[in-house]
C-alpha cells in the first residue's frame, strides 16, 4: 500500500479523480487497504492495484474498475451492477453476495474466484476465465458467456436460463440440477461435467461434446442434440 494513495481516496472521490487527470502514469497502489463499506461512487480506480483490499459493502456504483487488480479482495456485498470491469484481474476474489448485474466482465480473470449465490443476469463475462471459481448458486439468466473458461466450475443451482454458452469450455463443471432451458450449448465441451438432474429443456446441444458426461435424471425433452457426441455418458433416468 502506498500512504500517500490511501489518504487520498480517503479524502474523497472529487480528489481522488482530481489527482489521476493530473498524474496519469502514476501507478496507484492500494494493495491490502481496508475500504469497508467506503464511498467509492463514481471513482477512477482503472488499473488500480487492490489485491487483497478489504471492499466489503463499499459503494462503487459507477466506478470505472477497468483493468484492476482485485485479486485476492474481499467485495462480499458489494453493488456493482452496471460497473466497467472489463480486463480486471479478480482471481480468488471474495464476491458472495455481490450484485453484479449488468456488469461488464469481458476477458476479466475470476478463476477460483467466490460467487456463490451473486446476481449476474445479463451480464457480460464474454472470454472470462471462470475456471475453478464457484458459481454455485449463481443468477446468470440471460448472461453474455461465449468464450468463457468454466473448466472445473462449481454451477450446482444456478440459473442459466436463456444464457449463450455457445462453444464454451465445462470441461468437468458441476451443473446438477442447473436450470438450462433454453440454453445455447451448441459447440459446448462438457466432457466429464455433472448434469444431473439439470433442466435442459429446449436447450441447444448441437455438435456439444459429451464425453463421459452425467444426465443422470435429466430432463432433455425438447432439446437439440443434433450430432451431439455421448460417448461414456450416463443418460439413466434421463427424459427425452
Sequence with gaps: MNRYHYDLIKSGVVEFNDFRIKNPEEIIILSGVNLSGADLEGADLSGV?????????????GADLRGADLRYANLSGVDLSGVNLEGANLRGAYLEGANLSGVNLEGANLSSANLRGVNLEGANLSGANLRNADLSGVNLRNAYLRGVNLEGANL????????????????GADLSGVNLEGVNLSGADLEGANLSGANL??????????SGV????????GADLSSAYFSSADLSDARF
Design 201 to 210: 429443456r429446449n436447450a441447444n446441444l448441437s455438435s456439444a461434446y459429451l
Design 156 to 171: 450446482s443451482g444456478a440459473n442459466l436460463r436463456n444464457a449463450d454458452l455457445s462453444g464454451v469450455n465445462l470441461e
Design 214 to 221: 452425467n444426465l443422470e435424471g435429466a430432463d432433455l425433452e
Design 49 to 61: 492495484n487492490l489485491e487483497g483490499a478489504n471492499l466489503r459493502y463499499a459503494n462503487l456504483r
